[in-house]
């Protein structure tokens, strides 16, 4: 099992920045990917940001340029720093990843962001 826990949502004005971390603790050998998605109230989940286990990362058109995903493996964390927000980037913000030997699927509490 792992367990993941986000950190770092809030309340940001337009143009403002905040930073999101993920704490992976548990059964965290062979993590494959963790990504951030989000989801604002009626609408889906949507991916945010990847970022696999040999370093690459993949981020969602609306956030490419604005949004950065890195990871600390000493630390097991992930954060998503997120540069002039959106109102649009309002959301709650979940860490997700896929880990262990039988690439089990993970999922945090999420943690809100809120951008007016």
């Known amino acids: 099992q792992v367990q993941l826990v986000e950190s770092g949502g809030g309340l940001v004005q337009p143009g403002g920045s905040l930073r999101l971390s993920c704490a992976a603790s548990?059964?965290?050998?062979?993590?494959?990917?963790t990504s951030w998605y989000r989801q604002a109230p009626g609408k889906q989940r949507e991916l945010v940001a990847t970022?696999?286990?040999?370093?690459?990362?993949i981020y969602a058109d609306s956030v490419n340029g604005r949004f950065t995903i890195s990871r600390d493996n000493a630390k097991n964390t992930v954060d998503l720093q997120m540069n002039s927000l959106k109102p649009e980037d309002t959301a709650v913000y979940y860490c997700?990843?896929?880990?262990?030997?039988?690439?089990?699927?993970?999922w945090g509490q999420g943690t809100q962001v809120t951008t007016i």
């Open positions: 970022i696999t286990s040999g370093g690459t990362t």
């Open positions: 548990g059964s965290i050998f062979n993590i494959y990917v």
């Open positions: 997700y990843t896929v880990a262990g030997a039988i690439r089990g699927r993970y």
